[in-house]
């Protein structure tokens, strides 16, 4: 499979991006995801192109989002949207499988979620690790940076399932040095 360059998909965002402010917010995410991705401990043996073009590229759904879309929606319209340019399947569950720490059948239907009534769980161990770099960065307004703990105390209120899950990622991967990336993008961590 080939992996498309960092200047390709940032073609793409600046493709399906509906303001330049949007592509702005989107892929400053994107490429901070990348760089805290870069740091897990766990990540050897991983193919990290893969991991890099995954981090780039699991947001794009957000430009794809009306005004009165529910955000869960995002990471399906990037899928639907990398399919549309022909993107192989393997980079297209980066977007459709990095919410929260998986979202499964159940919560589909106990949340009654705007999602087909299936399992966006992270399979491969690049896409725990997108999913996971993904947690420590918000483009909320102002954007920013999240440590483990208040992500952890975010996620409880779907349940200690994901609690212990998100638990698990940080072991595996590391927590990240969040006051470098802090300092250079000017983001405040929360």
Same mark, same amino acid.
């Given at each position: 499979?080939? $992996?498309?360059?960092?200047?390709? $998909?940032?073609?793409?965002?600046?493709?399906?991006?509906?303001?330049?402010?949007?592509?702005?917010?989107?892929?400053?995410?994107?490429?901070?995801? #990348?760089? $805290?991705?870069?740091?897990?401990?766990?990540?050897?043996?991983?193919?990290?192109?893969?991991?890099?073009?995954?981090?780039?590229? !699991?947001? $794009?759904?957000?430009?794809?989002?009306?005004?009165?879309?529910?955000?869960?929606?995002?990471?399906?319209?990037?899928? =639907?949207?990398?399919?549309?340019?022909?993107?192989?399947?393997?980079?297209?569950?980066?977007? #459709? !499988?990095?919410?929260?720490?998986?979202?499964?059948?159940?919560?589909?239907?106990?949340?009654?979620?705007?999602?087909?009534?299936?399992?966006?769980?992270?399979?491969?161990?690049? =896409?725990?690790?997108?999913?996971?770099?993904?947690?420590? !960065?918000?483009? #909320?307004?102002?954007?920013?940076?999240?440590?483990?703990?208040t992500f952890s105390a975010r996620v409880s209120r779907f349940g200690d399932d994901k609690v212990e899950r998100f638990a698990s990622l940080v072991e595996r991967f590391g =927590?990240?040095?969040?006051?470098?990336?802090?300092?250079?993008?000017? !983001?405040?961590?929360?």
């Amino acid at each position: 499979m080939r $992996i498309p360059t960092d200047l390709e $998909i940032r073609a793409l965002h600046e493709r399906f991006a509906p303001t330049p402010e949007a592509f702005e917010l989107v892929w400053t995410h994107c490429l901070i995801v #990348s760089r $805290i991705a870069e740091q897990a401990v766990g990540a050897d043996g991983l193919d990290m192109d893969l991991v890099r073009a995954g981090c780039l590229l !699991h947001d $794009i759904g957000v430009h794809r989002l009306a005004p009165a879309d529910p955000y869960v929606r995002h990471g399906l319209l990037g899928y =639907e949207m990398l399919g549309e340019v022909g993107l192989p399947e393997t980079l297209r569950r980066f977007c #459709s !499988h990095h919410t929260g720490v998986g979202i499964t059948r159940d919560d589909v239907r106990r949340q009654r979620l705007p999602l087909p009534d299936c399992d966006f769980l992270a399979e491969t161990a690049e =896409e725990e690790l997108v999913m996971y770099a993904d947690k420590f !960065h918000s483009k #909320s307004t102002p954007p920013r940076f999240l440590t483990a703990a208040t992500f952890s105390a975010r996620v409880s209120r779907f349940g200690d399932d994901k609690v212990e899950r998100f638990a698990s990622l940080v072991e595996r991967f590391g =927590e990240p040095d969040l006051a470098p990336l802090a300092a250079e993008f000017g !983001h405040p961590i929360t």
